[in-house]
């Protein structure tokens, strides 16, 4: 069971999926472009994405965790949300990002504990506008178990869409 598929599934609106293992988008490089003007100096994928956060209603962020972190990928594609920070807390410019609700799904396997990863995508969440987070949603035992098999993150993937399509 793929859990972005269950949670398509559900969705009563459109969507957009960026994977970030395979969509052409740099990481941050820090050049400050962001202080003195609007938006990024990289031009690449991230621009239509940037596009889409400004009105969409949701934003869920799906990710496996590493070492009890979300992947170095996932970091490289949220480290470009660093513009929107830059604008409201250095620039004191008002957001346009339309409010939004948000939700993050982690799978993971071994020892890893969810929480840190939780909290870093969650802080992440709130820079591009998401004032309503949904509870931890994942799977977190799949060496032993997939997450196909896992009843428990089924039904919060279904209380999650009830949230999101509300």
């Not at 972190?69 to 990002?97: A, H, W």
């Not at 870093?120 to 098999?149: R, W």
Request: glycine share 8%; with cysteine.
């Amino acid at each position: 069971m793929n859990l972005i598929n269950k949670l398509k599934g559900k969705l009563n609106s459109e969507y957009m999926i960026i994977n970030a293992y395979y969509a052409n988008i740099s990481p941050c490089i820090d050049c400050r472009y962001c202080w003195s003007n609007d938006g990024c100096s990289i031009n690449d994928e991230m621009t239509e994405i940037y596009k889409y956060i400004t009105h969409c209603d949701n934003i869920v962020i799906v990710s496996p965790i590493y070492f009890s972190q979300p992947t170095g990928k996932l970091l490289d594609v949220c480290s470009r949300f660093q513009m929107y920070f830059i604008q409201k807390y250095f620039r004191n410019k008002k957001t346009e990002i339309k409010p939004k609700k948000g939700a993050v799904i982690l799978v993971g396997g071994g020892d890893g504990n969810p929480v840190k990863a939780h909290e870093t995508l969650c802080g992440i969440l709130h820079h591009v506008n998401v004032t309503e987070i949904f509870g931890l949603v994942g799977s977190f035992n799949t060496n032993e178990k997939p997450a196909s098999e896992d009843g428990e993150v089924a039904k919060k993937i279904d209380n999650l869409a009830k949230f999101l399509n509300d």
